[in-house]
């Protein structure tokens, strides 16, 4: 399984943005796809993350202003943010989980992008 994210770049305050994350491969039953980011000397956080369900979750410091969406036909997940601050600055990771059986039980098994960057000036 691939993943490839996409949409990073430099924009201004206020500005925004779509990301877009491609999978490819084979992909066993899907259970969630996620985005991460990572801000320079920070650990990597969940910023969102929308279940096979539809359900979508989201960390408080983007609720309002983020959109997680997918299509599922093109095996894509994408991430609208709106109204970017210099805080927003940081690398962008998707993230897919799947199910799948090993040893006879269901297990759960993480594929991750390579990140894009999204930079925002003040």
């Known amino acids: 399984v691939q993943l490839q994210a996409s949409g990073g770049g430099l924009v201004q305050t206020g500005r925004s943005l779509r990301l877009s994350c491609a999978a490819s491969?084979?992909?066993?039953?899907?259970?969630?796809m996620y985005w991460y980011r990572q801000a320079p000397g920070r650990q990597r956080e969940l910023v969102a993350r929308?279940?096979?369900?539809?359900?979508?979750t989201y960390s408080d410091s983007v609720k309002g202003r983020f959109t997680i969406s997918r299509d599922n036909a093109k095996n894509t997940v994408y991430l609208q943010i709106n109204s970017l601050k210099p805080e927003d600055t940081a690398v962008y990771y998707c993230?897919?989980?799947?199910?799948?059986?090993?040893?006879?039980?269901?297990?759960?098994?993480?594929?991750w992008g390579k990140g894009t960057l999204v930079t925002v000036s003040s």
């Open positions: 491969g084979s992909i066993n039953t899907l259970n969630a």
């Open positions: 993230k897919i989980d799947s199910w799948m059986v090993s040893g006879g039980s269901p297990i759960l098994t993480d594929y």
């Open positions: 929308i279940h096979i369900d539809g359900t979508t």
